[in-house]
């Protein structure tokens, strides 16, 4: 469970408001916003502004009026949405102007992923560059004419202030609204172009996956790791390209980039040193100073790929940073309900960071000055600091060269530095925490409870994979509509808005990797009940996917997000889905579905592969040579320990396994690979299936791993 925060918590209070007693505009003391569930939209709905939610009732009310629309995007752990929240939303100034010649709009991007990429996709076609707050001046009929990301209240230099901008726009909507609404409908034909222009299949080759580790290798930072220059982002699906391609090719190049970064990346201040889990990204190319913020998204996507560095190196160094994220996801996002929330905030106390700085003072008071010095040496706190005259902590040296320095064993200092660590755990509990965004959003739970499934399986933790379990029951309990839909966000007992691909197949690929963890067919099940409804509400009829099903609003467009940026795309996990439960099932048409939609997007990764690592890693699996294995047990107390630990062991991401019990009646009608392999003579028997031809089964775990090597 998270820990408690203040009472005093924005969001909190106005959770607790009876709304029963609040007229629909929110009255003299809200706007609108008192009424929704987002913690986003309800950190303004004390703002001077007449805020709408997204709604027919705002773009009626436009029109109604004959005002344009004011359209603003974030989310509610974003710095900078904080900063001109504070300087615009807050200000009466502000609002007077905006209330009189503006329907204003705020726009949760967290809950309506719909909405954020289609008027991203603006911003950048118009800019050049995107980010969040998202600003856009929408005609009433949704067409976008202006986008900026944040603004001042007034302009400074070359930058425009909302001031400006607000009374500008609104002169030139009343002299020259023809002209707007043309270059809205312009710029509105032009998103509709983008989305519907055709690519041409590409084969399904190796040279792709080569090309790519050229792109990386072009661009890698041999001395700090990581891509390009600042600020740099984890991206670590990346990372787990690079170790299946050093894997498929031998290559000691692809494998030292990703083992490399995931080392520095654990030893920056962009690694939360006492607490664990990962910030957002580096503003600098040394993975020093972070952006705070704490996602969800991040903190699976990084232990699995720490999980893939444990199983290519089988070095403790990896294991051990998965372990440390995966406690931190449930020490503090846990939600009490059974899944986990989205993310923490980058400020407390008015400021970024303030949580997790230091100076060598505080430390001493906590530690004492002997331990607080040998602290403050270890994790780079200084009196000058390093972030605003404080410092983030981050590892300077390891322990063999602490050991040479002080005379102590590196034991001895590894047990001090641990105890240390939990002290200084305690002291920072003791602070104002970050906010907390505590809605349970479908998608990023399914990475996580992936993460947390192979994390339990590989770390011989199950108690992790218990926490996978039950955020996957949580789901398909509390988010699913009475026809069985999926939803998207889960808040205060309300579930609510209805599911986009990328909640589809992330839930998909986290209900997959728990059968592969736990083989419970009930998981397996799930998982291809919902890939068989992720194609029905999203196919576009030619073979391709949509981002919004057939059953959603339409905003512009119903979206084909391709990138795997910070967050890979829907499409790109579909495609993994699609191969690996086609194997699993035994369904050959499923298979084809997932090449065929392979091929179609991967012209775009051809051009920018590092803009599509997770497309990528499909295609690694798809190019093969893919095995499966069939595990069929004697009776019920019969437990294929040592051949799971046999096939756990090293970097397999092209395997599967299933495991068969005698009275698994669920899995045999499930499964077609399974259906005519039982025990043989009252013993654990197992069949390697490569591209669907199977050797002579193995009763051990090591005539297993023989023909592992064969």
């Given at each position: 469970m998270p820990p408690d925060r203040s009472s005093s918590d924005l969001v909190t209070r106005l959770s607790r408001v009876d709304l029963t007693r609040i007229p629909p505009d929110g009255g003299n003391a809200y706007?609108?916003?008192?009424?929704?569930?987002?913690?986003?939209?309800?950190?303004?709905?004390?703002?001077?502004?007449?805020?709408?939610?997204?709604?027919?009732?705002?773009?009626?009310?436009?029109?109604?009026?004959?005002k344009p629309v004011f359209l603003s995007i974030g989310y509610s752990t974003c710095h900078w949405c904080h900063v001109m929240a504070h300087e615009c939303f807050e200000d009466p100034e502000v609002a007077e102007v905006l209330n009189r010649h503006f329907i204003s709009i705020k726009v949760d991007r967290e809950e309506r992923p719909d909405?954020?990429?289609?008027?991203?996709?603006?911003?950048?076609?118009?800019?050049?560059?995107?980010?969040?707050?998202l600003t856009l001046l929408l005609t009433p009929e949704r067409k976008p004419f202006f986008a900026a990301t944040y603004l001042p209240k007034n302009s400074r230099g070359a930058l425009m202030g909302l001031m400006d901008l607000a009374r500008k726009v609104a002169e030139l909507w009343n002299s020259q609204r023809g002209r707007i609404e043309q270059t809205g409908e312009q710029i509105r034909q032009s998103l509709m172009n983008l989305e519907t222009a055709a690519s041409e299949p590409s084969s399904l080759d190796t040279q792709l996956l080569r090309a790519a580790r050229d792109h990386f290798f072009a661009s890698f930072d041999r001395r700090h790791g990581g891509f390009g220059t600042a600020p740099k982002f984890p991206t670590p699906h990346n990372l787990s390209l690079l170790l299946r391609i050093a894997q498929r090719f031998n290559d000691p190049q692809a494998?030292?980039?990703?083992?490399?970064?995931?080392?520095?990346?654990?030893?920056?201040?962009?690694?939360?040193?006492?607490?664990?889990?990962?910030?957002?990204?580096?503003?600098?190319?040394?993975?020093?100073?972070?952006?705070?913020?704490?996602?969800?998204?991040?903190?699976?996507?990084?232990?699995?790929?720490?999980?893939?560095?444990?199983?290519?190196?089988?070095?403790?160094?990896?294991?051990?940073?998965?372990?440390?994220?995966?406690?931190?996801?449930?020490?503090?996002?846990?939600?009490?309900?059974?899944?986990?929330?989205?993310?923490?905030?980058?400020?407390?106390?008015?400021?970024?960071?303030?949580?997790?700085?230091?100076?060598?003072?505080?430390?001493?008071?906590?530690?004492?000055?002997?331990?607080?010095?040998?602290?403050?040496?270890?994790?780079?706190?200084?009196?000058?600091?390093?972030?605003?005259?404080?410092?983030?902590?981050?590892?300077?040296?390891?322990?063999?060269?602490?050991?040479?320095?002080?005379?102590?064993?590196?034991?001895?200092?590894?047990?001090?530095?641990?105890?240390?660590?939990?002290?200084?755990?305690?002291?920072?509990?003791?602070?104002?925490?970050?906010?907390?965004?505590?809605?349970?959003?479908?998608?990023?739970?399914?990475?996580?409870?992936?993460?947390?499934?192979?994390?339990?399986?590989?770390?011989?933790?199950?108690?992790?994979?218990?926490?996978?379990?039950?955020?996957?029951?949580?789901l398909l309990k509390h988010l699913r509509d009475p026809q069985g839909r999926l939803l998207r966000r889960y808040r205060n007992g309300e579930a609510g808005i209805p599911a986009f691909l990328e909640d589809y197949s992330f839930f998909v690929f986290g209900l997959t990797e728990l059968h592969q963890a736990g083989f419970d067919s009930r998981h397996l099940a799930a998982a291809l009940e919902l890939n068989e409804e992720m194609l029905r509400l999203f196919s576009d009829g030619q073979g391709d996917l949509h981002d919004t099903g057939e059953d959603a609003e339409t905003v512009l467009t119903r979206g084909r997000n391709r990138y795997d940026g910070a967050i890979p795309a829907g499409s790109s996990l579909a495609v993994l889905n699609l191969l690996r439960l086609g194997r699993l099932s035994g369904d050959r048409s499923q298979e084809e579905r997932g090449e065929n939609l392979l091929a179609r997007h991967l012209s775009a990764a051809r051009r920018n592969p590092q803009a599509h690592g997770q497309l990528l890693i499909a295609l690694d699996y798809a190019l093969g040579p893919r095995e499966e294995v069939v595990i069929a047990l004697?009776?019920?107390?019969?437990?294929?320990?040592?051949?799971?630990?046999?096939?756990?062991?090293?970097?397999?991401?092209?395997?599967?396994?299933?495991?068969?019990?005698?009275?698994?009646?669920?899995?045999?009608?499930?499964?077609?690979?399974?259906?005519?392999?039982?025990?043989?003579?009252?013993?654990?028997?197992?069949?390697?299936?490569?591209?669907?031809?199977?050797?002579?089964?193995?009763?051990?775990?090591?005539?297993?791993?023989?023909?592992?090597?064969?």
């Amino acid at each position: 469970m998270p820990p408690d925060r203040s009472s005093s918590d924005l969001v909190t209070r106005l959770s607790r408001v009876d709304l029963t007693r609040i007229p629909p505009d929110g009255g003299n003391a809200y706007n609108r916003l008192i009424f929704e569930k987002s913690p986003y939209l309800l950190q303004h709905a004390e703002n001077p502004l007449d805020w709408f939610p997204w709604s027919e009732e705002a773009f009626e009310r436009a029109r109604r009026e004959n005002k344009p629309v004011f359209l603003s995007i974030g989310y509610s752990t974003c710095h900078w949405c904080h900063v001109m929240a504070h300087e615009c939303f807050e200000d009466p100034e502000v609002a007077e102007v905006l209330n009189r010649h503006f329907i204003s709009i705020k726009v949760d991007r967290e809950e309506r992923p719909d909405i954020d990429q289609a008027y991203m996709t603006v911003c950048q076609m118009l800019t050049g560059s995107g980010g969040w707050p998202l600003t856009l001046l929408l005609t009433p009929e949704r067409k976008p004419f202006f986008a900026a990301t944040y603004l001042p209240k007034n302009s400074r230099g070359a930058l425009m202030g909302l001031m400006d901008l607000a009374r500008k726009v609104a002169e030139l909507w009343n002299s020259q609204r023809g002209r707007i609404e043309q270059t809205g409908e312009q710029i509105r034909q032009s998103l509709m172009n983008l989305e519907t222009a055709a690519s041409e299949p590409s084969s399904l080759d190796t040279q792709l996956l080569r090309a790519a580790r050229d792109h990386f290798f072009a661009s890698f930072d041999r001395r700090h790791g990581g891509f390009g220059t600042a600020p740099k982002f984890p991206t670590p699906h990346n990372l787990s390209l690079l170790l299946r391609i050093a894997q498929r090719f031998n290559d000691p190049q692809a494998r030292a980039m990703a083992l490399q970064s995931l080392q520095q990346m654990r030893l920056g201040g962009i690694f939360d040193q006492i607490g664990y889990g990962l910030h957002r990204y580096s503003v600098d190319e040394r993975w020093l100073v972070p952006h705070f913020e704490k996602m969800l998204y991040d903190q699976a996507l990084a232990a699995l790929a720490y999980l893939d560095a444990w199983q290519t190196t089988g070095e403790a160094f990896h294991g051990q940073s998965a372990r440390e994220i995966l406690t931190y996801v449930v020490r503090d996002l846990k939600h009490p309900d059974g899944a986990f929330c989205c993310g923490e905030d980058a400020d407390s106390e008015g400021a970024e960071g303030t949580f997790y700085v230091w100076t060598p003072g505080e430390i001493k008071e906590v530690l004492g000055d002997k331990a607080g010095k040998l602290f403050a040496r270890v994790f780079g706190v200084s009196e000058e600091g390093n972030f605003e005259g404080k410092s983030i902590l981050h590892l300077t040296c390891d322990l063999a060269e602490l050991a040479r320095e002080t005379g102590a064993a590196p034991e001895e200092l590894s047990a001090l530095l641990g105890q240390a660590r939990h002290q200084m755990l305690a002291a920072r509990d003791r602070r104002p925490r970050p906010h907390l965004d505590d809605k349970i959003l479908t998608g990023w739970n399914g990475l996580a409870i992936a993460a947390l499934a192979r994390g339990g399986v590989l770390l011989d933790a199950p108690e992790l994979l218990e926490q996978a379990g039950a955020a996957a029951d949580f789901l398909l309990k509390h988010l699913r509509d009475p026809q069985g839909r999926l939803l998207r966000r889960y808040r205060n007992g309300e579930a609510g808005i209805p599911a986009f691909l990328e909640d589809y197949s992330f839930f998909v690929f986290g209900l997959t990797e728990l059968h592969q963890a736990g083989f419970d067919s009930r998981h397996l099940a799930a998982a291809l009940e919902l890939n068989e409804e992720m194609l029905r509400l999203f196919s576009d009829g030619q073979g391709d996917l949509h981002d919004t099903g057939e059953d959603a609003e339409t905003v512009l467009t119903r979206g084909r997000n391709r990138y795997d940026g910070a967050i890979p795309a829907g499409s790109s996990l579909a495609v993994l889905n699609l191969l690996r439960l086609g194997r699993l099932s035994g369904d050959r048409s499923q298979e084809e579905r997932g090449e065929n939609l392979l091929a179609r997007h991967l012209s775009a990764a051809r051009r920018n592969p590092q803009a599509h690592g997770q497309l990528l890693i499909a295609l690694d699996y798809a190019l093969g040579p893919r095995e499966e294995v069939v595990i069929a047990l004697p009776h019920k107390d019969a437990w294929p320990a040592d051949m799971l630990r046999v096939l756990r062991r090293g970097l397999r991401p092209r395997t599967l396994i299933h495991v068969r019990r005698p009275e698994d009646e669920i899995l045999q009608g499930l499964a077609a690979p399974v259906r005519d392999k039982e025990a043989r003579d009252g013993k654990i028997t197992a069949w390697l299936c490569r591209e669907q031809s199977c050797q002579a089964p193995a009763y051990s775990a090591k005539e297993l791993e023989e023909r592992l090597k064969s």
